[in-house]
T-cell receptor
Framework: NAGVTQTPKFQVLKTGQSMTLQCAQD?????MSWYRQDPGMGLRLIHY???????DQGEVPNGYNVSRSTTEDFPLRLLSAAPSQTSVYFC???????????????FGEGSRLTVL | GNSVTQMEGPVTLSEEAFLTINCTYT??????LFWYVQYPGEGLQLLLK?????DKGSNKGFEATYRKETTSFHLEKGSVQVSDSAVYFC??????????FGQGTRLTINP
């Protein structure tokens, strides 16, 4: 039972570099999302998707891109990394009922990114 | 806008003590409320939920009641164990496709 799989688990980048965090789920969930977790700030929503071909911005989308070409995959791209993007990133997915996210998110184990 | 406020941590208790972690929310309409738990080195996982006023969510000995009159969803457990040490997040979800989290409360249980 794989659930939500994120890669890589750890990454160090230099300022200005680009990279992609991968996320895959095998539960046929329509809803997928990316959060970042910073000390004292809880989790903040970056981008989310309600189905293949549909994405939307969350609370902190600047500096990140997403796409959803398949139900299973939802990669997060950092276009030009900045030290402010040092964080732990979580991908999460959920069932949708009548197009609405149930709120019961299944999380990956996280990807710790350091930008120097 | 919609938001969640949790009691500040960290919280340290002895085994078998009574636990309360406070959570209050601000929202328009009728949100669903959740508690998530994050064990060290892992992602978050759903602990319990409540979808309407006066609902009580429960799981693994934890309970929380959706109180619309006080806009609260406090987490309680009668007798904590060392294995309950984790970070606990209160969250709310409303009509749209978003879940808003509180800042988290770190709980440490000493034997």
């Amino acid at each position: 039972n794989a659930g939500v799989t994120q890669t890589p688990k750890f990454q160090v980048l230099k300022t200005g570099q680009s990279m992609t965090l991968q996320c895959a789920q095998d539960m046929n969930h329509e809803y997928m999302s990316w959060y970042r977790q910073d000390p004292g700030m809880g989790l903040r929503l970056i981008h989310y998707s309600v189905g293949a071909g549909i994405t939307d911005q969350g609370e902190v989308p600047n500096g990140y891109n997403v796409s959803r070409s398949t139900t299973e995959d939802f990669p997060l791209r950092l276009l030009s990394a900045a030290p402010s993007q040092t964080s732990v990133y979580f991908c999460a997915s959920s069932y949708s009922t009548w197009g609405r996210n149930t709120g019961e998110l299944f999380f990956g184990e996280g990807s710790r990114l350091t930008v120097l | 806008g919609n938001s969640v406020t949790q009691m500040e941590g960290p919280v340290t208790l002895s085994e078998e003590a009574f636990l309360t972690i406070n959570c209050t929310y601000t929202a328009t309409g009728y949100p669903s409320l959740f508690w998530y738990v994050q064990y060290p080195g892992e992602g978050l996982q759903l602990l319990l939920k409540a979808t309407k006023a006066d609902d009580k969510g429960s799981n693994k000995g934890f309970e929380a009641t959706y109180r619309k009159e006080t806009t609260s969803f406090h987490l309680e457990k009668g007798s904590v164990q060392v294995s309950d040490s984790a970070v606990y997040f209160c969250a709310l979800s409303w009509g749209a496709q978003k879940l808003v989290f509180g800042q988290g409360t770190r709980l440490t249980i000493n034997p």
